[in-house]
C-alpha cells in the first residue's frame, strides 16, 4: 500500500548507499508525499499501519526482509510530522496523537539502525536559519527550489515556530501573522495558489515579521510598550483622532499601570483583571480614547497585560 502511494516517484534504500544519496532519495520522497493535500494523510496513515505490523512481527524472516524499506518510510513519516508538529501536547498537557506516533517509529528505527534522524532542512538543500534574521538571501533562496513542496511547508513551519514565539509578548501582532498566515495557507490547500505562488506569499510574510521586529526602535518604543501601542493602535479612530504621540503616551503609562500588578496571579483573582479593566478605562477616558474602541482596547490591553504578568 505504501509502494503504491509512492507510484511515479523513484526510491531507494538501499543501505549501501552514501549519506548524500540516501539524503537526496528522502528529500525526493518527502517532495512528492507533500505535493498532494489527499496523498500526505494517506501516506501518514498507511505508514503508522505498517510500523505497527512490523513493531508485532518483531524478528520475523518476513520483516526482516524489508526493513530497510521500512525505516525510509519511517523517516519520511517522521520528517512530515516533524513538519507539522505544533507542540508535543494538548492543551490540558496530555501527550498528542502525533507525539505518540513518533514515538513508535523512533522504536521502529532503533530496531532497524542506529544513524542519526533525518534533518529535514538539509534535505531540502536549505541551511537550518537563524529565526531572528531571515535574511533576504535565504529567503529569496527559496523561491527557486527543486523541492518546491517540501520548501513551502519548512517556511511554512518556520513562520508558525516565529508566531508563537511572538504570541509570548504581543497578542495583537501574533494574532495579525497568524491571520495573514492561515488565509494563505487556505487559498493554497483550495488550489487557488500554487506552489510557487504559496512560496512567494510566504516569502512576503517572512519578511513582513522580520521587518516588524524593528518597529520599537522607529517608534521610540521598548518592546514592552510597543506591544500595548499595538492593543491600543487597532481602533483607526483612536489613529486618527488622537495620533501616534498620544497613543505612545497612553502605552507607556499603561506599561507602568500593568507593571504594579505584574507580582499578582492573574489566573487565580478576577478581582486583579477588574480593577486592571477600571484602571485602563481610566486612563483611556483620560487622554480622550474614543468610545467607540474603547470596550476592544481594553479587551486587548488585559490580554497583553496577563501576557506581561505571566513574563515579569
Known sequence: MVVGILHGQPWSSDPKLSPGERLTQLAGALNFV???????????????????????????????????????????????????????????GRIGSEALDTAIEQLVSAAV???????????????????????????????????????????????????RSIRKSNVVEARRFSDMLDEAIRRYQNRTLSTAEIIAELVELAKAMRDAADRGESLGL??????????????????????????????????????????????????VRAAMRAKVRRLLNKYGYPPDGQDRAVQLVIEQAELFARAA
Not at 489527499?38 to 505508514?47: A, G, S
Not at 542506529?114 to 535574511?135: C, F, H, N, T
Not at 507593571?259 to 492573574?266: F, K
Open 34 to 92: 507533500l505535493g498532494d493535500q489527499d496523498r500526505k494523510p494517506r501516506f501518514l496513515d498507511q505508514v503508522l499501519a505498517l510500523l505497527k505490523a512490523f513493531a508485532l512481527a518483531g524478528a520475523r524472516e518476513e520483516a526482516f526482509a524489508i526493513r530497510d524499506d521500512v525505516r525510509f518510510f519511517a523517516d519520511i513519516r517522521a520528517g512530515v510530522l516533524k513538519l507539522d508538529s505544533q507542540g508535543p501536547t494538548d492543551a490540558r
Open 222 to 271: 521598548r518592546d514592552d510598550e510597543l506591544a500595548f501601542y499595538d492593543a491600543i493602535h487597532e481602533n483607526e479612530s483612536a489613529v486618527l483622532e488622537l495620533g501616534d504621540e498620544t497613543l505612545k503616551a497612553i502605552a507607556r503609562e499603561l506599561v507602568v499601570a500593568v507593571r504594579e500588578s505584574a507580582a499578582i496571579d492573574w489566573n487565580l483573582k478576577e478581582t
Open 113 to 163: 539502525a542506529a544513524d542519526e534522524v533525518i534533518d529535514v532542512y538539509a534535505a531540502a538543500g536549505m541551511e537550518r536559519p537563524d529565526l531572528s534574521i531571515l535574511s533576504d538571501a535565504f529567503l529569496e533562496g527559496l523561491t527557486k527550489s527543486e523541492r518546491p513542496n517540501l520548501q513551502a511547508e519548512l517556511l511554512k513551519k518556520l513562520i508558525n515556530d516565529k508566531i
